[in-house]
């Protein structure tokens, strides 16, 4: 059932696919990724790239069984009533949990970097009004809007790359391969579950992108782009700040824009990289809103998800507070977790839903 009338292009689905990919990570994947691999955390985003390409193939995969149906839908398709239901609802819970964890990092960043001393309760609400003005809007005028902003975006962090290569020293990245393999691996799978693992937002938004013969081919190239935006941003803090910044400063890129120096003129511009971090994080969020209004919709039957805008607006605000104490236990403790919560559901459950239809196919031959 079509809940959803609206449509986006695929240029506009790229777009939004890049500032999804993007999102958070334009901030927090260096300090991600250095804090198991250290100095070799550029080999290991070298290495995930691959296999977190083959992750979106299988997304892709899974979403082509049936283009018309969201993933609640082909849930049920392939695994059934109750199982294929189960399934669903882990899928919005991962939904609701993401959205409100995107909200408490912009949060705790513009309350500890920028507007110091005001009560996080006020951006929140901010944040979340902004959401909700968009969701009313509408799919289709966020897939407008997204490429509206995208030149700006894309702006800003050209600027940020190109003014830090006069500060790049390569021998920070020495010794080599001085990392313990277990530590290695356990990056890689930061490097491909993070960003990668988190596009399973668009097993929602897939059935409403106007197709076309390309569309696969767009995919992949905007998650190349992505990820080799996210990894010339890892190379530049492990070479620019060094591998203890990168490391222990959990906003390591916004610290790379505050050491832009142009001749002691061109300097103190890390508003620009706030700005592509917010509006990245905000596409990257009002997806994750929009994902589980419309799942919930469908799995409730309704006729539309405009009726649950508003609950969810008050559910995210309180659940955003109630996700981490502070941004100490929001650092330390949650990362460690959330790629296993990436990794079941870009993988895990992709992979036991192609089987079980690859068998389900193979039996109705035999048949």
């Known amino acids: 059932m079509m809940l959803e009338k609206d449509r986006i292009s695929s240029a506009q689905m790229v777009i939004l696919g890049m500032f999804a990919y993007i999102g958070d990570m334009a901030l927090v994947y260096p300090a991600v990724m250095a804090s198991t691999a250290h100095q070799d955390a550029w080999i290991t985003g070298l290495i995930s790239l691959p296999l977190g390409i083959g992750t979106i193939f299988l997304l892709v995969t899974l979403c082509n069984i049936d283009p018309n149906k ?83 975006f894309a702006f800003f962090l050209i600027c940020l790359i190109v003014l830090l290569l006069p500060q790049v020293r390569a021998e920070r990245l020495l010794p080599m391969f001085n990392t313990p393999v277990p530590d290695m691996v356990h990056s890689v799978m930061y490097g491909v579950f993070y960003p990668f693992g ?101 799995f409730l039957k309704l006729k539309s998800y405009r009726p649950l805008i508003f609950p969810t607006a008050f559910l995210l605000y309180g659940l955003s507070q109630l996700i981490a104490k502070n941004i100490i236990f929001y650092v330390k403790e949650i990362p460690a977790y959330w790629v296993d919560w990436n990794f079941t559901y870009a993988f895990v459950l992709p992979v036991i839903m192609l089987s079980v239809n690859k068998i389900r196919k193979i039996l109705s031959r035999g048949s």
């Open 198 to 298: 988190e596009m399973c937002v668009f097993l929602m938004i897939y059935p409403y992108v106007t197709k076309s013969d390309k569309i696969n081919r767009d995919i992949f190239i905007c998650i190349c782009i992505g990820a080799l935006v996210l990894n010339i941003i890892l190379i530049l803090s492990l070479t620019v700040l060094g591998v203890y910044f990168s490391e222990h400063d959990f906003y390591a890129a916004y610290l790379l824009a505050r050491k832009i120096n142009i001749a002691n003129f061109l300097q103190r511009i890390e508003a620009l990289m706030a700005t592509a971090w917010i509006i990245s994080t905000y596409f990257k969020t009002v997806l994750f809103f929009y994902a589980f209004v419309l799942g919930a919709a469908q």
């Open 70 to 152: 969201t993933i609640i839908e082909l849930s049920r398709q392939i695994l059934g009533k109750w199982l294929g239901g189960a399934v669903g609802l882990y899928y919005l819970f991962f939904y609701l949990l993401a959205g409100s964890t995107y909200i408490r990092e912009i949060e705790d960043f513009l309350c500890t970097q920028i507007y110091e001393g005001t009560p996080g309760g006020v951006i929140r609400v901010m944040g979340i009004f902004i959401l909700v003005y968009g969701l009313r809007l509408g799919l289709e005028t966020l897939g407008r809007a997204s490429q509206i902003f995208f030149p700006l």
